[in-house]
């Protein structure tokens, strides 16, 4: 009696060990999937930052265009060479 009391508590604890392996390792793997997840949106973010500074930086090279431009303009209008 004693023994098999003895048994299924021993089937008991090894089927909980199971379970708590189980969820370790589906932990884990949720916390590995949301680093990815981190690492994707940060390098989504630095594109995106980068994008926005080469776009201020073409605009900002075309307003120094249009001044260049239009300062010789001015010097021919004023006569000024």
């Known amino acids: 009696m004693l023994l098999g009391r003895k048994e299924q508590i021993q ?21 590995r999937d949301m680093e990815q997840a981190n690492a994707m949106t940060q390098r ?13 930086q073409h605009l900002q090279a075309q307003v120094r265009t249009i001044q260049c ?3 010789g303009r001015e010097s021919l209008v004023l006569g000024v060479d």
Do not use: V
């Not at 089937?11 to 916390?31: N, T, Y």
């Not at 989504?44 to 201020?56: G, I, L, N, T």
């Open 44 to 56: 989504e973010r630095d594109a995106a930052e980068a994008a926005k500074e080469e776009q201020r």
């Open 11 to 31: 089937g008991k604890m090894e089927e909980l060990r199971r379970r708590q392996e189980e969820s370790i390792a589906r932990r884990e793997e949720l916390l």
């Open 69 to 71: 431009n239009n300062s």
